[in-house]
Structure formats: structure tokens, C-alpha cells
């Protein structure tokens, strides 16, 4: 596999704000919220002056503790935690939560992404939140003047578990990798059943229509999908990448090799993998991170959901180490899924191979985006801006 500078533990930047002065806009903002006694039902001002240490004396008798950022941030999203109490305005009483605002990057931040659609995000956890028993953290506001808090952003309660660990990658050492192979057949089981769950929410495309397909009349999801990630691809050359043979020719693949039949399409989470899910022991705590949520077929989702282990189990071999091999067996998983959904899985080597197109796509914008920050050097191959381009090749070659 071809290596790009340190990359089991790359340096990740994201934007900068003053936490002391955040702790005074989201105390200012959510004093304005209707949901608090006295608020005036707006967004609030900046709340750009007054001390830190922040009481009860204004309306609503609004707190906001101590602001602070969590251990590992993902780079399409800046996450802030506090915790907060006020009065409701329904009850008189006072009530307390801790809390994440998940704000949009920052414009000097070099986005991941050309877009990032926190009103569509906090429609699909809401929705799925009500279809389903996962846990989805309770979203309970959306922003999205900018003013406050120089970014749009969303409010959500805070869930408690850890995740499999992606900088170094779990295989590498950790919880995951201390477990026992029943324990983490176990944990297989839960993870797929994820998946089941948030495909078997019924009419999707009537509950979230912000994820219909931007062309008028079209009403085919993978195809809309495939079409959507290669304009992605042609964005990030706009912006300052450049042309990359292995993604190239991987969608000159996916077009060869098509399915006769994708079949319906269901609500797919977009970034299914265990990374985004908190477990307490093998039971899933929080199911996170919705920002790729689409109309697609299942196995969209599956195959991103298998690749993305094998990529770290590569990963895991190219350096000597054993990693997890015994977790997440394609049949095994198929046969779980197909046991708990009715459903029969097709095509899933076309899905795992666009799986890896995706990736290579988000992998070499991470690149370019870690060059920009003086954090890596160019590579003289293109390809080499897509970490796993061996594993890429393989797949599009057979």
C-alpha cells in the first residue's frame, strides 16, 4: 500500500474560536430561545461583551457552563460541549442538559466538503430519532444565522459511550482489540443491526423530502448518488486539487459494472460505520454523524460499512500487526442482515467498490486539505493523495 507522511495518526486542524467568548453568545442566544421563560423568540444578539463566569440573571435565569471542545473532532464540523440550565417557558421549571453544538466549518477552515447542510442533518436524526429505538441523540435546536456564533449551528443532547478510535485505527490497539471474539460477535450484531433499523424506517423519501435528488425528475438513488459524488470530485479539482487516475478510473468502473437492478431505495445513513456509533460494552449508546444521509439502495451503506473495516484490517497487515480479522465477515454480516431485515443483499462487490471510490474521493480532498495546513508535502504521484490507492486498484481490477 502506498504511504503518505505518518499516516496512522495525521495531525487533523479545524477552526479556531475563543471559548470564553462562544460561552457568552450561546448564553445571549439561548436566552433569546421561545422554549425559555422570558425569551424574546429570536436568535439573540452576539453577545459580545460581559464577563465569562456567566449567571442566572438573565432572562429566564439562563446558565451556560464552562465551553469546551471534545478530544477528537471530526474536520467537516466544528463540535463544541457545554452545559446549560434555564426555565421553560411551558412549565416554570427549571430544567438542565448537557449539550453539543455541532457548527458548520469555519470559511478559513478548508471545508471537506462544499456543502454542509445542517438543517437537512437535523431533519434526519429528528426523523429517524422518531421511526426508530435507536439512540439518536434528542436534536433540539437549529440556527442558522451566522451571526451567532460566526458559524450556523445545531444543538443536540450529549450521549455518553465511547467509539472505535479512527487516528491511530482501532485495529492498531484499544478497547475494541482487548475484546473477547464473543464480545465482538456481539458487537457485530448490534452494528448491523444499526443498519436494519435505520433502513426499515418506511416512506422515507415522504418524511425527509430535503433529500429528494436536485435534478427535477429524477427518482433514481443510485444513480442521483454516483452522480453526486462525482460532481464532489470535480469540485474538489476546482478547488485547488487536481485530476487523480485511480478515482478516475474507479467511476469508469462503477459506469462499466452497474447493477441490472439496484432496487429501492431506503434511508442510507451515509457514513455507516462503527467509528459513529458510542458503545457502553457492546450496546450502542449514540448512533452520530448524519451529514451523508441519502435516498439510496441498502447496500450503499453496507458496502461503505465493510470496506471501511477492511481498510483499517489492510492497514493493520501493510504495517505488522494482526489487527481484528475475525470482526465484521462478509458472509456473516450478510447473513445478519439478511436475518433481520427480509431483505436479500445484491451487487455487494459493485457497493464495496464504490465504497472505495467514495473514500479515495473524501481521502484525497483530507490530503490536499493537510498540505494547505504545512501538515504534509505534495506527493509526486497523484494517486498518492489517496492513501489506500493499492487497495482501490484491486478491487476496479478484478
Aim: glycine content about 10%; proline content about 8%.
Amino acid at each position: 500500500m502506498t504511504q503518505t507522511d505518518k499516516p496512522l495518526d495525521q495531525t487533523v486542524t479545524s477552526g479556531e474560536a475563543d471559548l470564553d467568548d462562544l460561552r457568552r453568545r450561546l448564553t445571549s442566544w439561548l436566552s433569546g430561545r421561545p422554549e425559555v421563560a422570558g425569551g424574546a423568540g429570536g436568535s439573540g444578539d452576539s453577545g459580545d461583551s460581559g464577563d465569562a463566569r456567566v449567571t442566572a440573571d438573565g432572562p429566564g435565569g439562563v446558565e451556560v457552563g464552562e465551553v469546551t471542545r471534545p478530544e477528537a473532532s471530526g474536520m467537516s464540523n466544528i463540535s463544541i460541549l457545554f452545559d446549560a440550565c434555564w426555565t421553560s417557558a411551558d412549565t416554570g421549571e427549571r430544567e438542565s442538559a448537557q449539550l453539543v453544538a455541532r457548527m458548520c466549518p469555519l470559511d478559513d477552515a478548508f471545508p471537506v466538503f462544499p456543502v454542509y447542510d445542517l438543517a437537512r442533518q437535523f431533519d434526519v436524526m429528528r426523523v429517524v430519532g422518531e421511526h426508530t429505538d435507536l439512540p439518536v441523540p434528542l436534536v433540539r435546536w437549529l440556527e442558522e444565522d451566522p451571526a451567532v456564533l460566526g458559524s450556523p449551528f445545531l444543538v443536540m443532547d450529549r450521549a455518553t459511550g465511547v467509539a472505535p478510535v479512527d487516528n491511530p485505527p482501532y485495529v492498531f490497539g484499544g478497547w475494541l482489540l482487548e475484546m473477547s471474539p464473543e464480545q465482538r460477535a456481539e458487537l457485530q450484531r448490534e452494528s448491523v443491526a444499526v443498519l436494519a433499523a435505520i433502513h426499515g424506517i418506511d416512506r422515507p423519501a415522504e418524511l425527509l423530502p430535503s433529500l429528494a435528488p436536485a435534478r427535477p425528475g429524477e427518482d433514481d438513488g443510485l444513480r442521483a448518488h454516483v452522480d453526486e459524488q462525482r460532481e464532489y470530485y470535480e469540485w474538489t479539482v476546482r478547488e485547488g486539487g487536481l485530476r487523480i487516475p485511480v478515482i478516475e478510473k474507479a467511476f469508469a468502473w462503477i459506469e462499466a459494472n452497474w447493477p441490472a437492478d439496484p432496487g429501492p431505495d431506503v434511508l442510507s445513513w451515509g457514513d455507516a460505520r462503527i467509528g459513529n456509533i458510542l458503545y457502553e460494552g457492546t450496546t450502542p449508546t449514540a448512533v452520530l454523524d448524519w451529514e451523508m444521509a441519502a435516498l439510496a439502495p441498502a447496500e450503499v451503506d453496507l458496502g461503505w460499512f465493510l470496506y471501511f473495516h477492511d481498510l483499517f484490517q489492510d492497514l493493520a497487515v501493510t504495517y505488522g500487526f494482526p489487527g481484528i480479522p475475525d470482526l465484521f465477515d462478509h458472509d456473516q454480516v450478510i447473513g445478519e442482515y439478511e436475518q433481520l431485515t427480509g431483505r436479500t443483499v445484491r451487487d455487494l462487490p459493485f457497493y464495496y467498490a464504490y465504497a472505495g471510490l467514495r473514500q479515495a474521493v473524501i481521502l484525497a480532498r483530507i490530503h490536499r486539505r493537510r498540505i494547505e495546513f504545512g501538515e504534509a508535502e505534495a506527493p509526486d504521484n497523484p494517486d498518492d493523495y489517496v492513501l489506500h490507492n493499492t487497495m482501490l486498484y484491486r478491487l476496479i481490477a478484478d
